[in-house]
């Protein structure tokens, strides 16, 4: 039998998903998480954007986006919050975070890792949440980005 796209062979009926497609499909999507965390990680992308292109337009979507979430008391307060995790992120990481489009249902890598934290520090978990900052952000800047995660939970 011919292989597929993938380069992976069909198994008597059944198809198997190349490397790619078993680590895509093993990644939760944003639909997994509550609304506060789609907020966030929507600012995330928008804020990661702003960064990657220097578009002011980025910032003002981020603002424009955070004022019309339901449920959000300081859409402003919310916007530095996470722009001060991103910026403590950058400045404590050998590489770029990876973000992906505000429309895009799947998340990176890193957009999982950010989830994580957050959905951590909201269930107020200080030893989880302190290990998991450590392996994602590196020497120098845990204790920086520990308070930032902390603070975007509470908002």
Not at 18 to 25: N, T, V
Not at 45 to 56: D, E, P, Q, V
Request: glycine letters at 6%; hydrophobic letters at 45%.
């Amino acid at each position: 039998m011919p292989p597929d796209n993938c380069g992976s062979v069909p198994d008597a009926g059944q198809s198997r998903l190349c490397p790619l497609q078993a680590a895509l499909a093993a990644r939760p999507g944003v639909d997994s998480y509550d609304d506060f965390c789609r907020v966030a990680l929507s600012l995330f992308r928008f804020i990661g954007a702003a960064y990657t292109t220097g578009a002011s337009d980025c910032w003002e979507a981020a603002y424009r986006f955070a004022d019309e979430a339901p449920d959000i008391a300081d859409s402003p307060l919310l916007v530095a919050r996470v722009a001060a995790l991103v910026r403590i992120l950058r400045s404590g990481r050998p590489c770029e975070l990876c973000f992906m489009p505000p429309s895009c249902r799947r998340l990176s890598k890193d957009e999982t890792e950010l989830m994580r934290l957050l959905a951590v520090a909201r269930r107020k978990q200080p030893g989880e949440l302190e290990s998991i900052v450590c392996a994602f952000v590196g020497s120098g800047k845990q204790a920086a980005a520990t308070r930032a995660v902390n603070a975007l939970a509470l908002c």
